[in-house]
């Protein structure tokens, strides 16, 4: 398997392989674990409200990376074990915000680095990342989770119920309850929801 390809999730052998050199303490493996997985982690971080989503992913890996020798499991175990480790992270990042005085200024700024892209397209993407945690925040926090587990995390019912300690029928009405509260967020708003969702 070429360095430069993602860990294929059908293939278990491969990623027994690279988790087996990340192990071993290989640049190349423990780079390939980032960009195969950090995308849908950062994703899950920014959804969950994280201030700083950057940082929050790579505090996630580094404490992955550090307790790596520990882990035992498959793709989809390591899939469930950073998750874990990424809620925990919102979580106490949340805890230390609402013991924090923030200081909030009048004057709105947003700093555009021109030489990573299109402004336009950036600037849209802030403001639909944004809108959807507007509408996330107005879950409740086990449905918000249940929702981004499966959609941003793309984590299976069983995945969700190990990470937040839950049965999978109780994931499953989490799921069902959350869906029906954003759809009727979303028609207040004069938004209709069209995504559907196994259960």
């Known amino acids: 398997m070429g360095r430069g390809s993602e860990v294929p999730r059908s293939d278990g052998e491969a990623f027994a ?4 050199a990340a192990c071993a303490n290989a640049p190349w493996a423990y780079r390939r674990l980032f960009t195969t997985y950090a995308p849908r982690v950062r994703a899950y971080v920014q959804a969950g409200g994280a201030t700083e989503p950057d940082e929050i992913t790579n505090d996630v890996f580094l404490a992955a990376f550090q307790s790596l020798n520990k882990f035992e499991g498959d793709e989809s175990g390591f899939r469930s074990w950073l998750f874990t480790i990424a809620r925990r992270r919102v979580i106490d990042e949340h805890r230390k915000r609402s013991r924090r005085i923030v200081t909030v200024s009048t004057e ?3 700093e555009v680095d021109s030489a990573a892209g299109d402004v336009e397209t950036e600037a849209l993407a802030n403001i639909a990342s944004q809108w959807v945690v507007d509408v996330l925040n107005q879950l409740s926090a086990d449905q918000r989770d249940v929702l981004l587990l499966r959609t ?4 299976t019912i069983d995945q969700i119920a190990g990470i937040l300690g839950k049965r999978p029928g109780a994931v499953k009405a989490l799921q069902r309850r959350g869906l029906a509260a954003a759809k009727k967020v979303l028609a207040q708003q ?5 995504q559907t969702i196994d259960v």
């Not at 941003?152 to 984590?155: E, K, T």
């Open 17 to 20: 392989g690279v988790l087996a």
């Open 108 to 110: 709105s700024t947003i």
């Open 152 to 155: 941003v995390a793309d984590c």
């Open 190 to 194: 004069g938004v209709p929801l069209t």
